[in-house]
Nanobody, 121 residues
Framework: QVQLVESGGGLVQAGGSLRLSCAAS????????MYWYRQAPGRQRELVCTITSDDSTNYADSVKGRFTISRENAKNTVYLQMNSLKPEDTAVYYCYLEAVRVGQRTNYGYWGQGTQVTVSS
């Protein structure tokens, strides 16, 4: 089993910052790409950013220059530093990762439970 626990969401004023964390645990052999998604009320879940196993990153245009994704492999953790937050960043943020479990060869995807980020104007 692989479990993901997210933390760091909350309420912040526009222009403020938050840092999200997502820690994976379980019988993990290797974590490959890690992602942050978000879903605002009434909207589809959208990809925010990605970090690969070699630390290559990619961002949605809406967050470029404001958000930074990073990972700490020793802790099986991915972070999302969010600066200059805007009301339109309000959403539930989900981490997602691709991992190979101990004794297996297949790469599977796993979702976190989501954490609410609310940005007031």
């Amino acid at each position: 089993q692989v479990q993901l626990v997210e933390s760091g969401g909350g309420l912040v004023q526009a222009g403020g910052s938050l840092r999200l964390s997502c820690a994976a645990s379980g019988d993990i052999f290797r974590i490959n790409a890690m992602y942050w998604y978000r879903q605002a009320p009434g909207r589809q879940r959208e990809l925010v950013c990605t970090i690969t196993s070699d630390d290559s990153t990619n961002y949605a245009d809406s967050v470029k220059g404001r958000f930074t994704i990073s990972r700490e492999n020793a802790k099986n953790t991915v972070y999302l530093q969010m600066n200059s937050l805007k009301p339109e960043d309000t959403a539930v943020y989900y981490c997602y990762l691709e991992a190979v479990r101990v004794g297996q060869r297949t790469n599977y995807g796993y979702w976190g439970q989501g954490t609410q980020v609310t940005v007031s104007s």
